[in-house]
């Protein structure tokens, strides 16, 4: 009987610790891991001596998630291209709270990028305070910190994700919205269209992970996206013999924000996130690597049927 109400006892932080865990790896499939570890340890555990399970269990995530982070960024120094978080479709509960702007915000598929460039610290800090309300006081604890080195260590990581321009609000008529207006552009074979939908500084990243042939380092500049898109989106036989059917284009909400999901069958074979802004698409985000598209594949078919937007080649 106790077994069985710790076990409901940590089922009932899950969630919790999985939104935390994705956020900090941009990995759902390692954020399973981590969090299945994280009940391993909490099975062997003395739980007498714990005060504070919720506490207790968020240390243990956080710090195997900063083991992880260590590792991982040996390993994608060598992953072939542009490496991009793993997406993740509205309705999945590793994407965790999104009552407040910072919460929505620290899971979108831009802001899980531009976090690859912060310290394991850092990132760990930034998540718990902005995407889960910890004190300082609290996040010290957790990562053996001073409150004031805790306190140094957000501003700092604020400092290097500052950003001048807010993304646009999105709901599911909104996202398809955005998503049929960038369809139409991309499938016109003209790239006017697509210039004036794109900021001028907007940046295309694509990956391929070494698995689906991508183009391996960034586009920038709205001419020369609506350049390389118009290739990309180009009907030719050689495309079309890659697929049993005609790949099919649909609308949807990843990570908080506007997307473009190309389906063959019930296979997801690439997701286009747009990162969408109030001035226009600032960027785009080309996600074709099987191994990260493996659980929103899964999510899709099991949300469907989809009414698609248009059919690609």
Known sequence: MALTYEVELFERSRGRLEAIAYRLLGSAGDAEDAVQETYLRWHAADRERIVTPE???????????????TSARVRRETYVGEWLPEPVLA???M????????????VSIAMLTLMERLSPNERAVYVLREAFGHAHREIAEILDLTEANCQQIHRRAKQHLTTDRARAEIDAASA???????????LSGDTEPLVRLLTGDAVSVADGGAKVQARRAPVVGALRIARYLRGVFRRTEAKRARFASRPV????????????????????????CLDAT???VRGLQLLVNPDKLERITRQWVATGPHRPVAEMW
Do not use: M, Y
Not at 256 to 271: D, I, N
């Open 176 to 186: 398809r919205k955005v998503v049929e207006e960038f369809l139409a552009a991309a």
């Open 55 to 69: 506490a207790w269990l968020t240390k243990v995530l956080t710090n195997l998630c900063l083991n992880h982070l």
């Open 249 to 272: 284009l649909h609308a949807a909400v990843v990570n908080g924000g506007p997307a473009a999901l190309v389906a063959v069958g019930e296979q997801v074979v690439g997701v286009i």
């Open 91 to 93: 309705g999945d509960r």
């Open 95 to 106: 994407l965790g709270p999104a009552d407040t702007v910072e919460q929505r915000e620290s």
């Open 278 to 280: 109030p001035d226009g």
